[in-house]
């Protein structure tokens, strides 16, 4: 049972590069996340999906894509990065009871150039 | 629309003394609050929660939380901190009803203990 995993660990990319970040959890969980971390400013919620086929917008969704076509996988994707989009990115999933606890990733370093 | 506040950037604490991290909330309702802790270059590791029930709750490591509903607080502390509690803790909160399954974090506060 390897919980949330997330692939790649780091990345460079150049101003206006793509990338597509992959989040796979093997915990049967319906909700997942996508948050991103920076310096004294906490986790903030970058988008969502309560199951699949579906997502949602967070708090910070401008810039991202997001898709859920597996229940297990939850991809997030940069179509023209910026630096402002340098940052830890972590996925997070749970079960859909409202009470159950979020499950987190190791998270993805991203540097844009 | 729910928040989350860590007042302490940084708390400092010597080996074998006892540690409080605080936090305070706000929800409209009932609140489902969390406690997670994140190590160098690692993903956030769940310590513990209150849902509903006794207000102090234990979680892993020995660390514990005091849930204070006329302060709206939720505090986490250990009996007796190690070097190895050393590390950035994030206390989150959700709202019993609305606001869908998203939680909010607070900024974070960085725990060091000293020998």
């Known amino acids: 049972n390897a919980g949330v995993t997330q692939t790649p660990k780091f990345r460079v990319l150049k101003t206006g590069q793509s990338m597509t970040l992959l989040c796979a959890q093997d915990?049967?969980?319906?909700?997942m996340y996508w948050y991103r971390q920076d310096p004294g400013m906490g986790l903030r919620l970058i988008h969502y999906s309560v199951g699949e086929g579906t997502t949602a917008k967070g708090e910070v969704p401008d810039g991202y894509n997001v898709s859920r076509l597996k229940k297990q996988n939850f991809l997030l994707g940069l179509e023209s990065a910026a630096p402002s989009q340098t940052s830890v990115y972590f996925c997070a999933s749970q079960f859909r009871e409202i009470q159950e606890t979020q499950y987190f990733g190791p998270g993805t370093r991203l540097l844009v150039l | 629309a729910q928040s989350v506040a860590q007042p302490e950037d940084q708390v400092n604490v010597a080996e074998g003394n006892p540690l409080t991290v605080k936090c305070t909330y706000s929800?409209?309702?009932?609140?489902?609050l969390f406690w997670y802790v994140q190590y160098p270059n690692r993903g956030l590791q769940f310590l513990l929660k209150?849902?509903?029930?006794?207000?102090l709750v234990k979680g892993s490591y020995g660390f514990e939380a005091e849930f204070n509903k006329s302060q709206t607080s939720f505090h986490l502390k250990k009996p007796s901190a190690l070097v190895s509690d050393s590390a950035l803790y994030f206390c989150a909160v959700r709202p019993f009803t609305g606001g869908g399954n998203k939680l909010t974090f607070g900024t974070g506060t960085q725990l060091k203990v000293e020998l």
């Open positions: 929800v409209s309702g009932n609140p489902y």
């Open positions: 915990m049967n969980h319906e909700y």
């Open positions: 209150y849902i509903t029930g006794d207000n």
